[in-house]
């Protein structure tokens, strides 16, 4: 544990001069030297010099990745053919959805991704994972910068979105068709189980949350929904990471270990331990393909592909060479979500949350009330850890902070791991294989939910439940990012006594 806090300065020295910089000066010198430090804390001079040729070609990755977008002023008619690449945002009388072009007439080099709003649209409109021909007025991606709002040019440009534009006309009907490739077949299976799930559902209002749930599709909650979890910091409840394959991969590592247990006891030659990690890693990674394989999801999934392959080799590796690989996977998979809050809330609540476990263990022999003890100061200690740590970027990012959240997350995590998440699950699977269990399970799953959501009712009306705060300057936000850090930093140094000031 004593390698995993300094690696957040490891990190900063890095990712957070590539995110202040532009792309041209954040290249090669300035990216290296965060996955070389991070890797000299986490493994000596092997990992070091291996971490660093890896910063190397990220750092190349991410400019590359900067220099596809076009640069020139746009603002143009074009045939654009492409395909559905997520589902569509309804909104009042528009349907906004993300193309992945494959042409366009006349021809535009960089343009590959086109955010498209189409004003009054047909009953037959664009649906995940189709392919459609369209004239787009298309200009250069543009958006509001206000202080304090979300800045909708900077996630464009991570989105690698190089136009945004409305529809004009529509192509030829015979133009409408099947995208290619696995990824938009992953997407028509996955609108296909959220149309058998909205047909299941035994409570309307419960139905966004169920979609929501079980194939990671909120374009329908509403904007009252989205106001509770932010009141109440339970935002990262909703987004599926690594909290939610663990939760799916535990209880199916469990089952496989204890199945290849009885199989070898009956001469089968395999290992339960080796058994556990494969089930679990499958489970996982195809609840990561219902989520999309969104960057996220593939940056947990590795991490959680690196933990597995420990556990059935035997084989250690401290905590900060793991959330190393996860760092460095993030970034190999998206090398411009630098630019996203999820890189920076993610990375920094996994460094928190590794600092607060894995202390002291009580004597043998120690009843079930020592044990039950323990656990409740890790949890208290783990929430207390992620609140500080993340205080600063929650600060810089959203201008607010949830101080509900710091009390309804010890109650509402527990509760949404044990009593919603599990049914909605198991009725995702029910309505394909067995769909006259499906209702029954996403009752179950409505009455948690409106139980949850009375929870987190009565903690965002309490007094200062979510404070907003002026933006934090550079110099100030510095600061407090070293408070965070120290907060958490390893004895016997006696720094976390400036984690306060510098906090302040």
């Given at each position: 544990m004593t390698t995993v806090v300094p690696a957040v300065l490891a990190?900063?020295?890095?990712?957070?001069?590539?995110?202040?910089?532009?792309?041209?000066?954040?290249?090669?010198?300035?990216?290296?030297?965060?996955?070389?430090?991070?890797?000299?804390?986490?493994?000596?001079?092997?990992?070091?010099?291996?971490?660093?040729?890896?910063?190397?070609?990220?750092?190349?990755?991410?400019?590359?990745?900067?220099?596809?977008?076009?640069?020139?002023?746009?603002?143009?008619?074009?045939?654009?053919?492409?395909?559905?690449?997520?589902?569509?945002?309804?909104?009042?009388?528009?349907?906004?959805?993300?193309?992945?072009?494959?042409?366009?007439?006349?021809?535009?080099?960089?343009?590959?991704?086109?955010?498209?709003?189409?004003?009054?649209?047909?009953?037959?409109?664009?649906?995940?994972?189709?392919?459609?021909?369209?004239?787009?007025?298309?200009?250069?991606?543009?958006?509001?910068?206000?202080?304090?709002?979300?800045?909708?040019?900077?996630?464009?440009?991570?989105?690698?979105?190089?136009?945004?534009?409305?529809?004009?006309?529509?192509?030829?009907?015979?133009?409408?068709?099947?995208?290619?490739?696995?990824?938009?077949?992953?997407?028509?299976?996955?609108?296909?189980?959220?149309?058998?799930?909205?047909?299941?559902?035994?409570?309307?209002?419960?139905?966004?949350?169920?979609?929501?749930?079980?194939?990671?599709?909120?374009?329908?909650?509403?904007?009252?929904?989205?106001?509770?979890?932010?009141?109440?910091?339970?935002?990262?409840?909703?987004?599926?990471?690594?909290?939610?394959?663990?939760?799916?991969?535990?209880?199916?590592?469990?089952?496989?270990?204890?199945?290849?247990?009885?199989?070898?006891?009956?001469?089968?030659?395999?290992?339960?331990?080796?058994?556990?990690?494969?089930?679990?890693?499958?489970?996982?990674?195809?609840?990561?393909?219902?989520?999309?394989?969104?960057?996220?999801?593939?940056?947990?999934?590795?991490?959680?592909?690196?933990?597995?392959?420990?556990?059935?080799?035997?084989?250690?590796?401290?905590?900060?060479?793991?959330?190393?690989?996860?760092?460095?996977?993030?970034?190999?998979?998206?090398?411009?979500?630098?630019?996203?809050?999820?890189?920076?809330?993610?990375?920094?609540?996994?460094?928190?949350?590794?600092?607060?476990?894995?202390?002291?263990?009580?004597?043998?022999?120690?009843?079930?009330?020592?044990?039950?003890?323990?656990?409740?100061?890790?949890?208290?200690?783990?929430?207390?850890?992620?609140?500080?740590?993340?205080?600063?970027?929650?600060?810089?990012?959203?201008?607010?902070?949830?101080?509900?959240?710091?009390?309804?997350?010890?109650?509402?995590?527990?509760?949404?791991?044990?009593?919603?998440?599990?049914?909605?699950?198991?009725?995702?699977?029910?309505?394909?294989?067995?769909?006259?269990?499906?209702?029954?399970?996403?009752?179950?799953?409505?009455?948690?939910?409106?139980?949850?959501?009375?929870?987190?009712?009565?903690?965002?009306?309490?007094?200062?439940?979510?404070?907003?705060?002026?933006?934090?300057?550079?110099?100030?936000?510095?600061?407090?990012?070293?408070?965070?850090?120290?907060?958490?930093?390893?004895?016997p140094l006696p720094v976390r006594a400036r984690a306060p000031a510098c906090l302040l």
């Amino acid at each position: 544990m004593t390698t995993v806090v300094p690696a957040v300065l490891a990190i900063a020295l890095g990712l957070l001069a590539a995110d202040a910089l532009p792309p041209a000066l954040a290249a090669l010198p300035l990216l290296a030297p965060g996955p070389l430090l991070l890797g000299a804390v986490a493994g000596g001079p092997r990992w070091a010099v291996g971490a660093w040729l890896l910063g190397r070609v990220l750092a190349a990755a991410a400019v590359g990745a900067a220099a596809a977008l076009p640069v020139e002023p746009l603002r143009v008619d074009a045939l654009v053919t492409g395909g559905v690449s997520d589902f569509p945002r309804a909104g009042p009388g528009r349907l906004q959805f993300v193309l992945d072009v494959e042409a366009t007439t006349p021809a535009l080099p960089g343009i590959r991704r086109v955010l498209a709003t189409w004003y009054d649209p047909p009953a037959s409109a664009p649906a995940p994972g189709e392919r459609w021909q369209l004239t787009l007025r298309l200009r250069a991606p543009r958006g509001l910068v206000n202080p304090g709002g979300a800045d909708h040019e900077r996630w464009l440009f991570a989105a690698g979105i190089a136009a945004t534009g409305y529809v004009r006309a529509a192509g030829p009907a015979a133009a409408r068709g099947r995208a290619d490739g696995p990824a938009a077949t992953l997407l028509r299976a996955r609108a296909a189980l959220a149309a058998r799930i909205v047909a299941a559902a035994p409570d309307p209002a419960a139905m966004p949350w169920l979609v929501g749930l079980a194939v990671v599709v909120y374009q329908g909650l509403p904007d009252a929904e989205w106001e509770l979890l932010r009141r109440t910091g339970t935002v990262h409840l909703v987004s599926v990471s690594g909290f939610h394959l663990t939760l799916v991969a535990l209880p199916l590592a469990v089952a496989g270990a204890g199945l290849a247990a009885a199989l070898a006891a009956g001469g089968w030659p395999v290992t339960p331990r080796v058994a556990g990690a494969v089930v679990a890693l499958a489970g996982a990674t195809v609840y990561g393909g219902l989520a999309g394989f969104s960057v996220p999801t593939l940056r947990s999934l590795l991490t959680l592909a690196a933990v597995a392959a420990c556990l059935a080799g035997r084989r250690g590796r401290p905590v900060a060479a793991l959330l190393a690989v996860a760092a460095a996977a993030a970034q190999a998979i998206d090398p411009l979500g630098l630019l996203t809050p999820s890189f920076w809330l993610s990375i920094g609540g996994e460094l928190a949350l590794a600092t607060a476990f894995g202390g002291a263990r009580e004597p043998p022999g120690a009843g079930v009330p020592a044990r039950a003890g323990r656990v409740v100061r890790e949890l208290a200690a783990a929430q207390v850890a992620a609140g500080v740590a993340l205080l600063p970027l929650t600060l810089a990012w959203f201008g607010q902070v949830s101080v509900a959240g710091s009390l309804d997350n010890l109650v509402a995590i527990p509760f949404f791991s044990l009593a919603v998440l599990p049914p909605v699950l198991l009725g995702a699977v029910a309505v394909s294989v067995a769909p006259a269990l499906a209702t029954p399970l996403f009752g179950l799953a409505t009455a948690a939910l409106a139980a949850w959501r009375a929870l987190l009712g009565w903690f965002a009306g309490l007094p200062f439940a979510l404070v907003e705060l002026p933006l934090p300057t550079p110099g100030a936000l510095a600061l407090a990012g070293a408070g965070g850090a120290l907060a958490r930093w390893p004895r016997p140094l006696p720094v976390r006594a400036r984690a306060p000031a510098c906090l302040l």
